[in-house]
């Protein structure tokens, strides 16, 4: 079932990924495909239900945030990203973080794909790879981390399995090609209220392939379309789907990666988990050949002023350059 959610003039499609779930090969996963593919084409933003997300799963991950929030600063201290090496990993306080060259009015923990120090990856320097940081306090957030992001990898693999199909290819085209070792991130970030005039995220779009977003009830999230800025629905029942810059490039602009922006209008913290889902690091990702691309090119439409159309490289090497601008006083020496 597809439903939409009124945010004013425009609609947020909201799709049911259940019969994806049940078998990406039947007929009713084609009719899902479909909808997921006029949401990327539309929007490059969608919300899914039917995802099969263990709701005390998320509770439980939310209540150990905000108990690790509410520590004296010194004592988050103790997994300060500085701390993190070449992994990248690890608690920033709030402002530490910068979007389009202004400080973020938030703070987070980074978290990513698990890795032991005697990893080849870790062992030759890799960067954005490594051990997390995880607090002493409260202990509850490494096992649930750990698990929500098993958990979210699985709901990631069944959505790009649609956009797959909607694209033309088979289901599990992603899979074999692009995500076989995907570069995982996950982010824990508290929004306090904005004061007035500021941002708590500027407007940006993300790096990777897809990134899948479960948000508290209060609301902040905006995503542009066209000329308008759409407020996303708080909630925790459903999963905010975006684009990242790399099936923008993939696609030739057919699927864009949509400008998003975060201002918190509430008295209260806002919650939020991001989980990314990106390719390969060592993937080169060069355009799909048989999907026709979007009539101009995105020097002139995006936020950034660049293209994406002349990319080249690895993903590695682009998420690399991206992430050192976020934290300057880190990139310098820990990514290169």
């Known amino acids: 079932m597809d439903a939409t959610r009124d945010t004013g003039t425009v609609q947020i499609p909201v799709i049911d990924i259940s019969e994806l779930r049940r078998d990406r090969f039947a007929p009713s996963a084609a009719a899902v495909a479909h909808r997921i593919d006029s949401a990327c084409r539309d929007y490059g933003f ?37 701390r993190g090496g070449r992994a990248w990993r690890g608690w920033f306080p709030l402002h530490g973080e910068l979007t389009s060259g202004r400080p973020d009015q938030k703070e987070g923990i980074y978290f990513g794909t698990e ?11 890799v960067p954005l790879h490594g051990p997390n940081q995880f607090p002493a306090s409260p202990e509850s957030l490494r096992p649930l981390v750990l698990e929500w992001i098993d958990v979210m990898a ?5 959505v790009l399995a649609g956009i797959a199909i909607g694209l033309g290819l088979d289901p599990d085209w992603f899979a074999r090609n692009l995500t076989h070792d995907p570069t ?24 990777g392939l897809l990134t899948l977003l479960v948000q508290d009830d209060c609301a902040g999230l905006q995503v542009r379309a066209g000329s308008e800025w759409i407020d996303v629905p708080a909630g925790r029942e459903t999963i905010i789907c975006n684009l990242g810059d ?13 400008p998003h922006r975060v ?35 995105d020097r002139d439409t995006r936020w950034d002023d660049t293209s994406l159309r002349h990319l080249s490289g690895t993903y590695g090497q682009y998420l690399t350059k991206k992430v050192a601008k976020v934290f300057p006083e880190l990139g310098g020496d820990v990514l290169t």
Request: glycine letters at 4%.
């Open 246 to 258: 790399m099936l923008d490039r993939m696609t030739e602009g057919r699927y864009r990666s949509t």
């Open 263 to 297: 201002r918190n209008a509430t008295n209260r913290d806002r919650i939020s988990l991001p989980f990314f889902y990106d390719p390969s690091w060592n993937a080169e990702v060069v355009a799909i050949p048989f999907v026709d691309p979007a009539p101009s090119d």
């Open 115 to 125: 890795l032991p120090i005697t990893d080849p990856r870790v062992v030759a320097g």
């Open 154 to 158: 699985q709901v990631a693999n069944t």
């Open 46 to 82: 969608f919300a899914i239900t039917g995802h099969g997300v263990d709701a005390t799963l998320l509770l439980r991950l939310d209540t150990a945030a905000r108990e690790f929030f509410d520590q004296p600063e010194s004592v988050k201290d103790a997994i300060a990203m500085r």
């Open 184 to 207: 995982v991130l996950f982010r824990i970030f508290r929004y306090p209220p904005s004061p007035p005039g500021t941002w708590g995220v500027q407007t940006h779009t993300d790096y």
